[in-house]
Structures are given as C-alpha cells and as structure tokens.
C-alpha cells in the first residue's frame, strides 16, 4: 500500500497500535526506511484529531537534534499520516546510565519544543530513547499518554488530584525523575559529580510547580556542570601526560564559560528583535504599552496570523511575576470565552518572554474614542457588555484583570462595522440585525496587570518613574491596598464613563493629581455632560464608580444582569425602594444631603437605624398608630400626630434597610400640607475608616403652602438638624469609656427628682446587705440615675450585663432584689414569634392568656414560656418615672434581628447585595406561607443565588452561601406585593424567658406569687425537669419509726435543695420521698446530679430521671407547676433506675453524643440495653466514676 506526500511511502510491515495511531515501516522513495503512523480516525473525535494535528505540525518545525524527527506531515489526507525516522527499540528503561552532558542534550531539546509551543504532556521511560551509541533523544512524536509509574508523573498530575493539565512544569519533572533513575547507574567517579547532577535534578522535581526551573535554565545549569567536568578531565589528562613526559596546551576558564540565564536575558533586552521567536515570524509593530510591544507575527505550523507581545523587562525578569501570570493566562485560555482575546502560546527565546494571542484586526477602542470622542449610549453598552462578559467569566475563576481599560479592548471586525452603522431610529429596538451572540469587542491581557502587582495599570521604571497615566484605576489601587473584583467594576464604570461622555471621569496633570481625584473627588454628573444619557445608564455608571468597593456591583456577573436589562428596556436592580407613588405630573422636590463621620457604618448603624431615638432627638412630636388589615395587601400601619396643633394623618409603609448600608420609609398623607415624603439614608465607606451618610428626602407638596413649607424645612432646617443628631451619636462613639457608661449616645438628660435619688441610695444599700456583688450595684445606679428614659423602661437583665460586661446570674440576682426593695418594677413582655418585638406588656403572669395577637403582624399565636414570655425591668416610679411615648415605629432597631427588609412589587426582581457572615439565617415575610433557611460558611459557597417566591423551593436546592460579599436576588413571581426579611436564627440568648426565670431558686422564692391565673394553662417548649427519689425510705421508716425516720429524710431533701440551688436550679414540688425539679439548661443539671450521686457508703442513696422536653405549666397549690407527657415519662424512668443510678433520655446530650457512650469526669454514661416503653426515645444509664 502506498502513500504520498513530499515523496512516495510504501508499507512493509505493521509495528504497533496505538489509541491514535497505527504504526507502520515504510519504505521512502524505494531508498531508506522510515516509521509510518496512520491517525485512526474512528476513535477520536474531531476535536481530539485538531488537537493532535496541531501539536504535530508544530513540533515539525523544531529543528534539533536531540529531538525524533518528524519527516512529513500530510493533513489533508483522509486518513492523515506522520512520517518519522525510524529508530531502534531501546529507551531509557533498557539503556545504560546517562552522563551530564546527555542530560544537557535532552533538556535544551526540550527547551527547545517548548519554545515552539510544544508540551510533551504525561510522558514515560518509553519517550526517553537513544538513536544510537550515546546518542540520547526525546520522542514527542506520540500523543501524551499518562504514564502507569506515577513516581515520574508531577505531584499535580497523579491520580485523584484536581489539576490534571499538561504544562511545560510539568514535562521538566518527568524528565527529571526519568533522567534520575538513569544517573543512579552512573559511578561517582570524581570525573563527573553524580551527586551535583542528581542535585540538579531534585530540583527539577520540586513539588510546587511555581518551584522548578525552566528546561531552558536547567539546560543553562547542565552546561555549567558539564563544562566543570570537562575542565576536571583537561586536568586529569595533563596530570596523565606530565606522567608520560607529554605536555598539553593550556586552556583558560574563560574558554569554557557559557553566560548564565539572567546574563543572557538581559543582553536579550537590549539586543534587537529578532525575526522569529520560537515558531513565530515577526512582521510590523501593531502597538506598544507599559507592559510591553505587540507585533504582527504569523505561526509557522499553521500559517495564521496571530499577535506576539514581546514582555518588558520589570514583567520578564521576575521569574514569580511571570510564572504567576502565565498561570492565570493558561487558565483563563482554557474557558475558551469568545468574549476574551485568546491566549494561544506564553513561551521565551532567545532570552525574550513573549506572548502569542489571537490577532484581532479592528483595532482597539481606545483608537475609536480618539478618533470619534464619546460613543452613542447604546453603542457604548453593547461593546461595554462584552466587556463585562469576558470579565464575568474571569471572576468565576476567581481571575482579577486589574488593568481594564480602552487600550485593552480589541474591537472584532463585526464591531468595527457595528460602530460604523448609523443608530436606528428606534433606539430601543435592535441593532441593526447584529447578533447579540456575536462579539463585538475582546478584552486582552488577563493576567498582566496581577503580575505586576507594583505597577497596576502603570509601570514603574528602576528609577521609580511613573508612565502612563492611572485614568481607569479603583481608588484601592491607588492607594495600594488589597484589589479585588469591585476594582475590576470600577475600571469598568471609569471606561463606560469615557465612552458616555467622551473623556475619564477624573483628568489631572500629573498621576498623583488623578490618584487623588480617584480616592476622593466625586465622579462628575454624566447628566451636566450629555443630558441625554438615560437615568437607568447614569445608575449603572455611577454604582460602578463608588469610592466604596461595598457600595458596587459584587462582581462582573451582577453588572452583566443589569446591562442586559437596561439593552431589553427592563427596569434594573437598583429601582427605587421604597417605590415611589404616582405624582399625577406635581412636581418631586428632593433635597440631598450628606454628613462625614469618623465612625464606622458597623457602629452607626445601631443608633442611626434607632428612628424612635433619632425623631426625639430631632424635636419631632409623638406618635399614635393603629393597624388595619386588607385582604390583598395585608396589615397597613396607619399613623397620626400634632404639628403646630394641626393633625397630620398618613400611612406609613414599612421600613426597608439593609444593615449598615441603607434604610428608607414613604410616607403617605391623607391630610396636611404633603401628598407624600420619603426618607433614604444610605451610608458608605470612606478613606480613614470613616462613614459618608448620604440622606435623600423626598417629598410632594399637595399645594404652594406645601412647597414653601418643603423648601424651608426639608431644604434648610431639617438637613442641620439630622447633621447635629449624626454629629452627636459619632462624638459619643469616638470616646470609648461611653461603651460601659450609662451617657445617652442622642445627648438627652436624665430626668429624675432629688427625692429619687434619695431613695434609690437607700434602697441600694439594701442590695449590698444582701452580699450582691459590690460592681453591679454601682452600674445599676449610675444607669438609672444617668441612662435615657426608653432604656430605663425597659431593662433586660442579659444584655445589662452583656453591655457592661458583669456576670448575668449576679445582674439576675441584683435585678430581682432591686424589684423586691422597689428599686425597679418586675413586668413581662410578651414576644411576637414572628417579628419578635413585644406586642404586648404584662405587669403579672397572672393576666397571662393562653394566645397572644400581634397587631403589626395580624397574627394570634399560642403563649410560649420559653419563648414568647421575656421577664424585663423598669425604674420604679419613686425612684425615677420612664417615659414611654412613642416618636416611631417599624425601624431597623425594633428589629435588630432582621438583616434585611424589603418590599417587592409583583414581577420585580430586587438584587439584595449583602455582607452576612458565618451562621444560619431565615427568609420569610408576612404573605409567605413558607420560609427559607440560608446557610453561609466561611469555608465554600456560592456568592450569588436568585430565589423564586411564588413557591418553595425543592429540598436541597438552596445553595450555601460563602461570607463577606453575596448578592441574593429575590423574584416576586407572584400577583400580590410581598414583603420579605432575612433573620438571623441565632437563639434568644439574651432573653431571660419565663421558663428560665421560674427554674431560678430566687426568682420562685422572692416572688411566689407569680404565678397563673387560676385554670390558665401556657405551655414551654424546652424545660429540662429532674426527678429524683430517696431509696430505702420505707425499710427506714419500719426500722427506726416515723418520727426518727422523717428526720433523716427531712436533713436529705434539704441537702439535695440546697445541692439543685447551687447549680442554678430550683425545687419545683416535694413528691412523696423526693423532689422534682427544673433548670435553665443540661449542662447544670448534669452539675447538680454529678454532686448527688453519692458514694456507695451513702444511708440514703438517690435514684434519678433527668430529661428535657416540652411540657405544660399552670397554677397548683399557688405555685407554678409542670404537668404533661414528659412528667409521666420521667416517672416511668424514675422506676428503672437502682440507687446511686440517673436514667437519662438523648435530649439532655449534646448532639454528637448521641447513641454513642459518654466521657464525662465524674460520670460513666452507657446507653441503655433498651428503649423506653411507649417510646422510639433512647435513654441512657449513668452512675458516679
């Protein structure tokens, strides 16, 4: 059979079989015999058979001798053939062992394949072969297989690792651990240093990739170790000829030398290009930058022309910087983005590191803008969402360009013809019959300015001279700081900036100037230069360029959403909240303003957010509210006051906020002298630490009156007065000795009489004969005496010693004392289980009703004590009165639990751009019928999720959420407005619930009479009871008689009341010979039964139930009491249990002991041999060590 190419092959004989070739010797031209390989067709697929050809043609243009040659190459032919030289079958597993100078010859072969583009990838032994006597050569002509001897594969290649991708680092270790084995034979015989030569290799074989050298170094290297062992056999044959009276010319070291990497690198820089470099004939320079030179270059494997940019030598000659930007250039290349300019070769010769990319022959935009000024809006944001979309994929290899900017962006011929069409006539419609699927423009040098990490979207000299000018780059960048996909959005909004308006959004002299215009001059109004820009445009641009990188778009994905909907004529992510009503065409009068403070968001967000606080502070008159509930739009909150003694009614819509970022509320009026006011206060990040609070109000005057009222107020006197309440709040946080002071942060006065005072030191002194702890006595009258009356009225003993770091049973303690001696006033909150502010207030438990109804959420729910009953305090009223008038409800503060509110209208889509850390957290809302539980982990996660709410989502299909930066973007897919918060779900820790205050010794002693209502039965959902038994009372009764006998069982009981008191429980009911009991918690619990468990010695020893559960609680006996299945429970494990014995059900454990047995230091607990009658519930048996 023949074939034919650059001459005539005839097949003699098969040879082998390969997964893509089949081998043959062939005879060329009737003369000398050659290898033939017959690519197999059936079993690849095209793609592969492009890939494999590829690689082939350009490996036939590498022309050196330690390389099999290829012969011919015919693509065209169906099937397509090779032709090789033909070489014997010795490899590197049968020959013998190599010297230095073979390795030399193998590594400068493949230094030489790799500077042509050419990756042997998983290679073996079998690759390694000898042509003839000592004549060692790589044979690259097979297609990479990985090898079964993962000892020479690279650490990142090896089975199970993630990063499996054939590189150049990858080659120098295989050859190094083959070569390795070879030079194990070799003798250490003075002649050639096998130590050095093996040292050599062992760095080949580095772990990190980043670690190895170059095969051209270690080639470099190779020489130097082969020209010292050349030298050593100069001077071991003179020493021969002296011997032999013969004598030898002398040969200096200088003969010998071979210049160094470095050395030869930076002769390279000076020295001229060269026309070729690797596979690539170098034709005109098409542009130059900071970075380096481009060229038009074609490749020589494939005839296509590409663009070679020729790297200067701050990028070049930083072995790390390059080999970091390689990295990430190969990756992104890997994607295969139409959007990104292809990166075809990262490759050096000639001691020159270049960059081979694909050629894009429209130029760049940067030409286009110097050519045409500013572009049409449309234009611009079509080329721009290009741009954003090779970003997008970047960002999701967590890819940061750092030097976005016009010069980078290579415009296709579709998008030079695009921008050469005239607009349409409809600039809504289409473009022109141009495909949105087809690119317009590519962006380039990914990669490059991450390398060059000094420089950005400069480059900086030796000298420290700066060149070009900064006039894209992110305020951080600027300063130095940390970059991240925020500064590549920056660059973005700087460059759509320029199309827009026809020059940067920031000009200047010098770089310093600009640098400063970037960190703090504000972005220039689009609309004063082209007030034709649409309002959705100038949104984008202006979110883009936020100082702030937290007020910006989280990455280029979310940017890409709302550019895609403002090209369709859709409304984007940042509409309006709260949405604005109709004007039926009256004028919106806005009056912004801003206030710098040196304070963090984080810490003014709790007290700006306090709008109860903040309307007292500035001098707004109280508020009356009432709520009523429409069938399609659920509970309306309706407000009214006295403004100079004329009445003022509205609806108020609720609150919407993201913490520490933004809060806004509209209000509606059906009297008074405005239609409607809105309030938006949004609060931003500023160099130093500090915060900008930016403060819109809105507002439509129902008549001329309204108007001037507006312009006088709302202009003038409202916007100083916010400013002084701000200005306050941030002089009270920048001292910090006011954190564990009672100062009023809004500046008020303490309002209480010197009779008051008077009394409460009395009184006090009361709480110290009781041994109360000496600190919280103090605190507890600088409060009251100094603190603002709505703290005063409501006082949670948790988050009192929380505040001012005292320990919380001694603030319990001193609390319920302080209510005894009338020092404070003992009252019950009653919480909402769905927002979680109190709906109502009881003086006693004894008013207590079994359902309580929350007006703000129109909901009747059933009293819980551990949860929905909190016991708090207020100043008694001869000691100080509290007021409690109400300037506002609904803010951020009466709900601090809730991260984010907000309202959607039916078909809107909102993008909540969020900064949540590690924990659990709920989404759920009034008209919801279902919630969402969100999980964000510091460990993995999405950053980005959209959430339909016309139903719930399927099991397992909510994605955890990675800390710091996400975006949720929330659809209303319903036909009804929705309002929707997330919550954290951290426990209420800092409630002390009814159920924790009745397990408190104190709190049943001190106040007995708190109890039920006769017949009122509330349930609590986890209370942890213990029961326990004196064992042996009837043998000691018959013994010693009833009356010695109670005695001994008298001083028991008393002991174990004293030993539950100590743990922080308390004694519920003596039940016949023994006791039941409640605590807080299991851990004292456990602590309490660890001490009762006596020694075997003990006359009356004990037998125990312990078990946590719900339970119900009422009135017996004028004492609160538990009744209930877990009572009947405990009874049933009371009788399994021997003396010295606790029976204990899996609730009481820690989760991850469950089912397992339990170390505990004074405690053996084992699991029970069997379940509990009537129950699937596993118990435990536990008995002193």
Same mark, same amino acid.
């Given at each position: 059979?023949?074939?034919?190419?650059?001459?005539?092959?005839?097949?003699?004989?098969?040879?082998?079989?390969?997964?893509?070739?089949?081998?043959?010797?062939?005879?060329?031209?009737?003369?000398?015999?050659?290898?033939?390989? &017959?690519?197999?067709?059936? @079993?690849?697929?095209? #793609?592969?058979?492009?890939?494999? $050809?590829?690689? !082939?043609? *350009?490996?036939?243009?590498?022309?050196?001798?330690?390389?099999?040659?290829?012969?011919?190459?015919?693509?065209?032919?169906?099937?397509?053939?090779?032709?090789v030289e033909r070489l014997n079958l010795v490899t590197a597993d049968d020959a013998d062992a190599c010297g230095v100078q073979d390795c030399q010859r193998l590594f400068e072969a493949l230094a030489c394949a790799h500077r042509f583009g050419v990756v042997a990838g998983p290679f073996s032994s079998t690759d390694v072969r000898l042509r003839a006597a000592h004549d060692w050569i790589l044979d690259l002509t097979d297609a990479p297989t990985k090898s079964n001897d993962e000892s020479i594969l690279p650490p990142e290649q090896r089975s199970g690792n993630a990063c499996n991708s054939a590189d150049?680092?990858?080659?120098?270790?295989?050859?190094?651990?083959?070569?390795?084995?070879? &030079?194990?034979?070799?003798? @250490?015989?003075?002649? #050639?240093?096998?130590?050095?030569? $093996?040292?050599? !290799?062992? *760095?080949?074989?580095?772990?990190?990739?980043?670690?190895?050298?170059?095969?051209?170094?270690?080639?470099?290297?190779?020489?130097?170790?082969?020209?010292a062992d050349v030298r050593q056999q100069i001077r071991q044959r003179k020493q021969d000829s002296q011997l032999a009276g013969t004598m030898i010319p002398e040969s200096s070291d200088e003969d010998l030398y071979s210049p160094t990497l470095a050395e030869s690198a930076s002769s390279a820089m000076t020295a001229p290009i060269p026309d070729q470099l690797g596979r690539f004939t170098l034709h005109e320079r098409i542009g130059a930058g900071a970075a380096g030179t481009v060229y038009r270059a074609t490749d020589c494997s494939n005839n296509e022309n590409v663009a070679i940019k020729i790297l200067n030598a701050t990028v070049a000659q930083n072995p790390s910087m390059l080999r970091r930007f390689t990295r990430e250039a190969r990756l992104l290349a890997q994607v295969g983005s139409p959007y990104v300019a292809r990166l075809l070769d990262a490759n050096s010769d000639q001691g020159l590191h270049f960059l081979a990319i694909e050629f894009i022959s429209g130029g760049t935009l940067s030409t286009v803008m110097r050519n045409s000024g500013r572009l049409a809006e449309r234009k611009s944001l079509r080329l721009i969402l290009d741009v954003v979309s090779a970003l997008t994929v970047a960002h999701q290899q967590s890819i940061i360009h750092r030097d976005i900017k016009p010069e980078n962006i290579l415009l296709?011929?579709?998008?030079?013809?695009?921008?050469?069409?005239?607009?349409?006539?409809?600039?809504?419609?289409?473009?022109?019959?141009?495909?949105?699927?087809?690119?317009?423009?590519?962006?380039?040098?990914?990669?490059?300015?991450?390398?060059?990490?000094?420089?950005?979207?400069?480059?900086?000299?030796?000298?420290?001279?700066?060149?070009?000018?900064?006039?894209?780059?992110?305020?951080?960048?600027?300063?130095?700081?940390?970059?991240?996909?925020?500064?590549?959005?920056?660059?973005?909004?700087?460059?759509?900036?320029?199309m827009l308006a026809g020059r940067p959004p920031f000009l200047g002299d010098n770089p310093v100037t600009l640098m400063n215009a970037h960190c703090h001059d504000p972005v220039p109004s689009l609309r004063q230069l082209r007030a034709e820009i649409s309002d959705g445009c100038i949104a984008v641009v202006e979110k883009c360029l936020a100082k702030n990188p937290d007020a910006r778009y989280s990455d280029a994905a979310a940017l890409l959403a709302d550019l895609e909907r403002l090209l369709h004529g859709e409304p984007t992510s940042m509409v309006l909240h709260p949405a604005t009503p109709a004007t039926d065409g009256l004028d919106v009068l806005e009056f912004p303003f801003s206030c710098d403070l040196s304070s963090s968001p984080g810490q003014l967000w709790p007290f700006i957010s306090n709008t109860d606080r903040v309307n007292h502070a500035l001098g707004l008159p109280t508020v009356s509210y009432t709520t009523r509930t429409d069938p399609a739009r659920g509970v309306e909150r309706f407000a009214e006051s006295k403004v100079a003694g004329q009445k003022i009614v509205w609806q108020e819509h609720p609150y919407e906020w993201i913490e520490g970022r933004r809060l806004s509320v509209l209000r509606e009026f059906s009297t008074g002298p405005?239609?409607?006011?809105?309030?938006?206060?949004?609060?931003?990040?500023?160099?130093?630490?500090?915060?900008?609070?930016?403060?819109?109000l809105k507002v439509v005057p129902r008549n001329w009156f309204g108007g001037m009222l507006a312009r006088f107020t709302l202009g003038r006197s409202t916007p100083k007065s916010f400013r002084r309440v701000y200005q306050q709040i941030d002089d009270w946080l920048s001292r910090p000795e006011n954190a564990k002071s009672s100062a009023d942060a809004f500046g008020t006065t303490a309002a209480m009489t010197a009779t008051g005072r008077t009394r409460l030191s009395e009184r006090l002194e009361h709480l110290t004969q009781r041994r109360i702890d000496p600190a919280v006595v103090e605190t507890l009258r600088q409060f009251l005496e100094h603190a603002p009356d709505p703290e005063v009225a409501r006082i949670r003993p948790l988050m009192f010693a929380e505040r001012f770091q005292l320990p919380p049973k001694d603030v319990i303690d001193a609390c319920l004392f302080a209510a005894k001696e009338g020092i404070l006033t003992l009252l019950w909150d009653i919480l909402c289980p769905s927002c979680r502010i109190p709906a109502d207030v009881q003086e006693t438990l004894a008013t207590l009703k079994d359902h309580g109804y929350c007006p703000s959420c129109d909901l009747r729910y059933e009293i819980d004590f551990a949860n929905s009953v909190e016991l708090i305090f207020r100043s008694h009223p001869e000691i100080r009165t509290a007021e409690t008038r109400t300037y506002c409800i609904g803010g951020p503060a009466f709900s601090a639990h809730v991260v984010a509110q907000t309202r959607l209208m039916p078909g809107e889509r909102f993008e909540m751009e969020l900064m949540l850390t590690e924990g659990s957290y709920r989404l759920r809302g009034p008209q919801l019928p279902f919630a969402v539980d969100v999980r964000v982990s510091a460990a993995a996660g999405v950053t980005r999720f959209e959430l339909p709410l016309l139903r719930p989502p399927l099991p397992n299909s909510v994605p955890t959420l990675r800390h710091g930066n996400q975006v949720l973007t929330l659809f209303n897919n319903t036909t009804r407005e929705l309002q929707v918060r997330l919550e954290r779900t951290a426990d209420r820790s800092m409630a002390l619930t009814a159920a924790a205050a009745a397990s408190m010794p104190v709190f049943r002693e001190m106040f007995p009479h708190e109890v039920l209502a006769p017949g009122q039965i509330v349930s609590v959902t986890n209370i942890t009871l213990l029961m326990a038994e004196i064992c042996g009372a009837n043998e000691l009764y018959q013994s010693l008689g009833d009356g010695p006998a109670f005695g001994k069982i008298r001083t028991r009981l008393l002991a174990v009341d004293e030993t539950i008191k100590s743990h922080g429980g308390a004694i519920v009911k003596i039940v016949g010979d023994g006791v039941l009991a409640t605590f807080q918690n299991s851990e004292s619990a456990i602590g309490a039964i660890t001490a009762l468990l006596s020694s075997a010695s003990e006359p009356l020893p004990l037998r125990m139930a312990l078990h946590r559960s719900s339970a119900l609680v009422t009135t017996l006996n004028d004492r609160l009491d538990y009744f209930g299945e877990a009572l009947h429970l405990l009874r049933t494990m009371l009788q399994m249990a021997e003396a010295n014995?606790?029976?204990?059900?899996?609730?009481?454990?820690?989760?991850?002991?469950?089912?397992?047995?339990?170390?505990?230091?004074?405690?053996?607990?084992?699991?029970?041999e069997c379940t509990l009658a009537d129950t699937a519930m596993v118990a435990y048996r536990c008995r002193r060590v």
């Open positions: 059979m023949r074939f034919f190419g650059a001459q005539e092959y005839e097949l003699i004989s098969p040879l082998r079989s390969g997964r893509t070739w089949s081998s043959f010797v062939a005879s060329a031209g009737g003369e000398s015999l050659v290898e033939l390989r &017959v690519l197999d067709t059936d @079993d690849l697929s095209e #793609t592969e058979q492009q890939q494999d $050809l590829c690689r !082939l043609q *350009r490996l036939a243009i590498v022309e050196h001798p330690g390389l099999r040659k290829i012969i011919d190459l015919v693509s065209d032919h169906h099937p397509p053939f090779i032709v150049s680092a990858g080659d120098v270790y295989s050859l190094s651990a083959i070569l390795s084995q070879c &030079v194990q034979a070799l003798p @250490d015989s003075g002649v #050639t240093d096998r130590t050095s030569l $093996l040292h050599l !290799l062992a *760095r080949g074989m580095a772990l990190a990739p980043e670690a190895r050298p170059t095969a051209g170094q270690l080639a470099h290297e190779l020489s130097d170790l082969a020209a296709t011929t579709v998008g030079q013809l695009f921008l050469d069409t005239p607009e349409p006539s409809n600039p809504t419609g289409g473009d022109s019959g141009f495909n949105d699927a087809m690119p317009l423009a590519k962006l380039s040098d990914f990669g490059l300015a991450r390398a060059d990490s000094s420089s950005e979207s400069m480059a900086v000299t030796q000298d420290g001279a700066i060149l070009g000018t900064p006039l894209y780059m992110s305020p951080e960048q600027c300063r130095g700081t940390a970059a991240d996909m925020r500064s590549d959005i920056y660059s973005v909004g700087a460059t759509l900036f320029h405005f239609l409607w006011f809105m309030n938006i206060i949004e609060m931003q990040s500023i160099s130093g630490g500090g915060t900008r609070v930016n403060q819109t014995e606790l029976i204990l059900t899996a609730s009481v454990l820690p989760t991850g002991d469950q089912g397992t047995g339990i170390q505990h230091d004074a405690l053996q607990i084992v699991p029970l």
